[in-house]
């Protein structure tokens, strides 16, 4: 069993910066793949960023591309998302997930295990 808990959202002007945290237990995330989805209210909940557990390979949609990184800590077992240039079309609760011994897939019927999520709110 993994529990996630992120952290780190909130209010931002758009063309701010956040940075989001996922803290895994029950699990390290050095042998999962980890991703970050979104969801809007009456829309999918869609892929933003995965990280691979081997090579650390990552993947990003295509609409948050060199504004967001994804990195992992194997030692803090946590997983992060860094948003920079933020636009309002990024407003989303934002949830980490994770997939053990996956690639980071944007697939998220691949991803076993879910957080709760965190309010990103971004004004213009």
């Known amino acids: 069993q993994v529990q996630l808990v992120e952290s780190g959202g909130g209010l931002v002007q758009a063309g701010g910066s956040l940075r989001l945290s996922c803290a895994a237990s029950g699990r390290t995330v050095s042998t999962s793949a980890m991703g970050w989805f979104r969801q809007t209210p009456g829309k999918d909940r869609e892929f933003v960023a995965g990280?691979?557990?081997?090579?650390?390979?990552?993947t990003y949609a295509d609409s948050v591309k060199s504004r967001f990184t994804i990195s992992r800590d194997n030692v803090k077992s946590t997983v992060n998302l860094q948003m920079n240039s933020l636009k309002p079309e990024d407003t989303a609760v934002y949830y980490c997930?994770?997939?053990?011994w996956g690639s980071g897939s944007p697939d998220e019927s691949k991803y076993d295990f879910w957080g709760q999520g965190t309010q990103v709110t971004v004004s213009s």
């Open positions: 997930a994770a997939d053990p």
């Open positions: 990280i691979g557990w081997g090579s650390g390979r990552t």
